[in-house]
């Protein structure tokens, strides 16, 4: 199956910091999703980005599916921002069609 | 607002009661699917519906199964649960699969005394 590898495992920052988040991923996909956990276990949409690049609002994020990596940017961070940000894909090829997560990165701000 | 809906959000059961989740939606999508995500790790797929049509992971233990009486429901069923079945139950649903976007509900945190 398709392997998606997150970095950094984890990050502090204090608040009002920037900070980038990367997913690499092994084979080519058709579907890229980033999500964020919050502290209660919801995984709230964040992108649906398989190629491109989006923003909203504070968050951005760019998909390079010819070289197989995500980034998610996070500008001007907030405590509200703390929690496990996970890169999930769906591979283009016939078997790596379920959404397959990375480990996540857990991103911890400080007041 | 169209969403996905899991109760209860809590639920204990003791080593080796039956339980039953449940999960609704109301985006009418075709696929329902469930995943299981223990302390510090990533979510990892049980098995989806498509329609009716029922599609079980390869490692998906014979202790759980589900059922989907309609498009709106899906239920997660776990025989005898023991202790390593204690994790975060997720529910999320999408119009087709591969390419399509996953919504997910909030989940429900299991545990098992």
């Known amino acids: 199956g398709i392997q998606v590898e997150q970095s950094p495992p984890d990050l502090i920052l204090q608040e009002g910091a920037n900070s980038t988040l990367r997913c690499n991923f092994s084979d080519s996909v058709n579907n890229l999703q980033w999500f964020h956990q919050n502290p209660w276990g919801q995984l709230i949409n964040l992108f649906y980005i398989p190629s491109g690049t989006k923003q909203n609002g504070r968050l951005s994020a760019t998909t390079v599916a010819t070289e197989r990596y995500s980034l998610l940017y996070i500008s001007s961070s907030q405590t509200t921002d703390s929690g496990v940000y996970f890169c999930?894909?769906?591979?283009?090829?016939?078997?790596?069609?379920?959404?397959?997560f990375g480990t996540g990165t857990r991103l911890t701000i400080i007041p | 607002d169209a969403m996905v809906i899991q109760n209860p959000r809590y639920q204990v059961t003791q080593f080796g009661k039956p339980v039953t989740l449940s999960c609704s939606q109301t985006?009418?999508?075709?696929?329902m699917y469930w995943y299981q995500q223990k302390s510090s790790q990533a979510p990892k797929l049980l098995f989806h519906y498509y329609d009716k049509d029922f599609n079980n992971e390869a490692d998906t233990p014979d202790n759980f199964q589900s059922r989907r009486p309609n498009t709106s429901f899906c239920f997660l069923d776990i025989r005898s649960p023991g202790l390593g079945d204690a994790a975060m139950y997720l529910c999320a649903t999408s119009k087709g699969t591969g390419s399509y976007e996953q919504y997910f509900g909030p989940g429900t945190r299991l545990t098992v005394t």
């Open positions: 999930a894909v769906a591979g283009a090829n016939f078997g790596n069609e379920k959404l397959t």
């Open positions: 985006l009418n999508h075709n696929v």
